[in-house]
C-alpha cells in the first residue's frame, strides 16, 4: 500500500492480480462495490514511478475520510464490523470466491457504516479447501466479542496490546466453566484451545488431509452461516458506567448551554472544515451541531457505553460523516506495528483543522492529574484550532471531582493559570463566560 499524491495505491504481483481480476469478475463483488461495503477500487492505468518491480498491476483506492482501528472502537461496531466480514465472505463462497485472511484491521469506516478495504484479500475458492481466515477472524473478531459479552471484560486494551489478537488459550482462560455451555463457545474456543495446544498439523498438511475428507464449499458455507448467527446474537450486558447513565450537560443552566452552543457553532462556522475532532463527545451534541461546517467529524469518548451507544443512534440515522470511537485522552492510541508505523498514533494521524474540548479539560487535569500546560499542550499538537472550555474549582462537576483529591494538590487549577497556558501556545480569538459565571470558553488558534 502507498500513499501518492494523496491517492490509495495497492501494487498487485502477478498471482495477487490473478486472485483480484477472479474476485472482481465475480457479481457479488461488483454489487458490495456499488453498494459500498467495499471500498471503491480501480485499476490505474499504468504503475508509477517508484514501486516495487514486481508490481503487475496498481489498483486506485477511494480515501477513508479518518483512519481508525479496533481497540478504538466499542462493542457493537465490533460487531457490525465482524458481520460484515462474514457477509463478504458468505456472499463470496456463492460465486466460488472467498478471502485470504479475517482480520479486523480489513475494515474501516464512512460515518458509522463499515466499508471492507482489502480488495486484494478475495482468492478462488479451491476445492477441497478450509476458510484459511478462520483462526484470525475467531483472534480478531469473535473471542473479543465473546469475551465483552459473556465476561463484561473490555477487549479494546488487550487488542491494542497484541496484534494477532486473543489466542483461543487466552480466550478460554478467561471464560468461566459454564460459559463452555454457551452457542460457539465449545466449538470455536474450547476446540480450538485443544487444537493449539496439541500443536496441530500444518496447515499444508490439513489441507491435503481436508481434500482426502471429501472437505466441500457447503461445509465452509455452513461454518460460515452458524459464525454470523452467532456473532448477530450476541448481546453486551450494559453494566452502567460513570457518564452513560446522563447527559454531560444535564446540570448546565438553559442560558448556559444556549451560549455554549452559540459560541461552538459560531467558532466551526467561520470557514469550513475538513476535519473536526471533538474529544469528550459524550452524547454527540456538539458533533452533530458543527457538522454543517465539515466534511467529517470524529467523536470521540473515554465511556465505550456512551460510545456505543452514540454509534447505535448514528447507524439507525444512517450517518456517514460522524465516527464515534472510543479512546482516554491520557493515554491515546500510540503507533503500534512495524518500527511504529503500521498503526498510526492517535495525535497526529490526520491534520485537524477544529478541535472541541467541551468539558474535558477539569478530567484531564484532575481525574488524571495532568498539568493544565500539558492539556494545552496536547490541544496544540493535535489542532490548527481549538473550542476548549474551562470550568473554575467553584463548578459542581469540578467540586465532585476534588472531593476525591488531597487538599492542595490542585490549588494551581485556576482560570488564570488555564489562560496563561493557552496563551502560550496559542492566540485567543475570542472568549466568553457562561452565564452562570463557572465556566469559560475560549476559541483560540495555535501559533
Known amino acids: 500500500m502507498f500513499i501518492a499524491e494523496d491517492e490509495i495505491l495497492r501494487t498487485l504481483d502477478e498471482q495477487g492480480w490473478n486472485d483480484f481480476a477472479a474476485a472482481a469478475k465475480a457479481p457479488f463483488f461488483t454489487q458490495a462495490i456499488r453498494d459500498k461495503k ?125 496484534v494477532d489478537g486473543i489466542s483461543p488459550a487466552d480466550c478460554r482462560a478467561a471464560l468461566r466453566r459454564r460459559d463452555l455451555a454457551r452457542r460457539g463457545v465449545f466449538s470455536h474456543v474450547y476446540v480450538q484451545s485443544r487444537l493449539e495446544a496439541s500443536h496441530a498439523d500444518s496447515d499444508d498438511v490439513a489441507t491435503d488431509r481436508l481434500k482426502a475428507s471429501g472437505f466441500t464449499t457447503e461445509m465452509v458455507a455452513n461454518n460460515v452461516d452458524k459464525l454470523h448467527a452467532l456473532v448477530s446474537k ?15 450537560r444535564g446540570h448546565y443552566t438553559h442560558d448556559d448551554l444556549a451560549q455554549k452552543r452559540a459560541f461552538v457553532v459560531d467558532a466551526a462556522s467561520q470557514k469550513h472544515r475538513t476535519l473536526v475532532v471533538d474529544l469528550g463527545c459524550n452524547d454527540g451534541e456538539f458533533s452533530k451541531a458543527v457538522l454543517p461546517h465539515a466534511d467529517y467529524v470524529v467523536a470521540l469518548d473515554s465511556d465505550p457505553l456512551v460510545v456505543d451507544l452514540l454509534y447505535r443512534q448514528l447507524r439507525d440515522e444512517n450517518e456517514r460523516r460522524i465516527l464515534p470511537l472510543t479512546m482516554n485522552l491520557a493515554d491515546p492510541s500510540p503507533g503500534l506495528g512495524w518500527r511504529g508505523n503500521e498503526r ?12 472541541l474540548a467541551l468539558a474535558l479539560v477539569h478530567h484531564l487535569s484532575i481525574s488524571n492529574n495532568v498539568p493544565l500546560a500539558e492539556v494545552v499542550a496536547m490541544l496544540a499538537d493535535l489542532a490548527a484550532e481549538v473550542v476548549v472550555e474551562f470550568p473554575d474549582a467553584s463548578d459542581e462537576k469540578v467540586q465532585k471531582l476534588l472531593r476525591n483529591k488531597r487538599a492542595g494538590v490542585h490549588d494551581g487549577y485556576t482560570r488564570h493559570n488555564f489562560e496563561q497556558a493557552l496563551s502560550d501556545r496559542f492566540d485567543i480569538l475570542t472568549s466568553a463566560e457562561l452565564p452562570s459565571g463557572t465556566r469559560s470558553i475560549y476559541h483560540a488558534r495555535r501559533r
Not at 450476541?234 to 454531560?248: I, M, P, V
Open 234 to 248: 450476541l448481546r453486551w450486558k450494559q453494566a452502567n458506567s460513570e457518564w452513560s447513565n446522563y447527559s454531560e
Open 344 to 355: 498510526k498514533a492517535f495525535l497526529g494521524r490526520q491534520p485537524v483543522d477544529l478541535a
Open 38 to 162: 467495499i471500498v471503491g477500487t480501480k485499476i490505474a492505468e499504468s504503475v508509477p514511478d517508484g514501486l516495487p518491480q514486481s508490481a503487475v498491476k496498481v489498483l486506485r483506492h477511494d480515501k477513508i475520510p479518518f483512519v481508525s482501528y479496533p481497540y478504538e472502537w466499542p462493542f457493537t461496531m465490533l460487531q457490525d464490523a465482524a458481520l460484515l466480514h462474514l457477509e463478504l465472505v458468505r456472499s463470496g463462497l456463492d460465486d466460488g470466491i472467498i478471502t485470504k485472511d479475517g482480520s479486523s484491521y480489513n475494515v474501516q469506516w464512512n460515518g458509522a457504516r463499515p466499508v471492507f478495504i482489502d480488495a486484494g484479500s478475495f482468492e478462488p475458492l479451491r476445492s477441497g479447501e478450509p476458510w484459511f481466515g478462520y483462526r484470525q477472524f475467531c483472534q480478531l473478531f469473535l473471542y473479543p466479542l465473546l469475551l465483552q459479552a459473556h465476561r463484561n471484560l473490555p477487549f479494546q486494551q488487550w487488542l491494542r496490546g497484541s
